[in-house]
Antibody
Framework: EVQLLESGGGLVQPGGSLRLSCAASGFTFSTYAVSWVRQAPGKGLEWVSTISGSGATTYSADSVRGRFTISRDNSKNTLYLQMNSLRAEDTAVYYC????????????WGQGTLVTVSS | EIVMTQSPATLSVSPGERATLSCRAS??????LAWYQQKPGQAPRLLIY???TRATGIPARFSGSGSGTEFTLTISSLQSEDSAVYYCQQYDNWPRGTFGQGTKLEIK
């Protein structure tokens, strides 16, 4: 059974940093691209960042480029999101999600972790 | 950026009836279109990919159609557990997939 379990969310002040983790199981982690998708309270879904299976290639939305860094440790089956220079508008539930196949939709999602940026 | 527009924003349908949800892309996304279901407090769940292929374990009452810029999700014989928000997502310019704003489906 595929499982994705996020952790690391919490309350942080504007300008602060936070590191999210996503522990994966039930599939060959290194074979698949994985992503972070966020959802602000009461709002829709927004793609944040994606990393290839090998970790060699990363992609980020304009809204977070230069502030957020996606990475992965295939030996630990874990995905990360390092978030720096956080802003109030980054407040959201952050989901990790697995690509169904390269260039495809997200077939599995974690339960999400809430990040609140507030003073 | 490809903009996805869903309609209606809210849909109220009686149990046993059919619900039709629409999604329009600002430019062609071919058949690279997915539908997700999200219930309150839960993560999204993949229903349809490739515009018309049901994901694993999805009941046959869910069906998708369309290509290019116009897409439809049809839920036949609605059940109470189908109450949720439904999102479409294009992944034609993967990984920069964009989502629609969602349609809230209410069961009368």
């Amino acid at each position: 059974e595929v499982q994705l379990l996020e952790s690391g969310g919490g309350l942080v002040q504007p300008g602060g940093s936070l590191r999210l983790s996503c522990a994966a199981s039930g599939f060959t982690f290194s074979t698949y691209a994985v992503s972070w998708v966020r959802q602000a309270p009461g709002k829709g879904l927004e793609w944040v960042s994606t990393i290839s299976g090998s970790g060699a290639t990363t992609y980020s939305a304009d809204s977070v480029r230069g502030r957020f860094t996606i990475s992965r440790d295939n030996s630990k089956n874990t995905l990360y999101l390092q978030m720096n220079s956080l802003r109030a508008e980054d407040t959201a539930v952050y989901y990790c999600a697995k690509d169904r196949d390269l260039g495809e939709a997200f077939d599995y999602w974690g339960q999400g972790t809430l990040v609140t940026v507030s003073s | 950026e490809i903009v996805m527009t869903q309609s209606p924003a809210t849909l109220s349908v009686s149990p046993g009836e059919r619900a039709t949800l629409s999604c329009r892309a600002s430019q062609s996304v071919r058949s690279n279109l997915a539908w997700y279901q999200q219930k309150p407090g839960q993560a999204p769940r993949l229903l349809i990919y490739g515009a018309s292929t049901r994901a694993t374990g999805i009941p046959a009452r869910f069906s998708g159609s369309g290509s290019g810029t116009e897409f439809t999700l049809t839920i036949s014989s609605l059940q109470s557990e189908d109450s949720a928000v439904y999102y479409c997502q294009q992944y034609d310019n993967w990984p920069r997939g964009t989502f629609g704003q969602g349609t809230k489906l209410e069961i009368k």
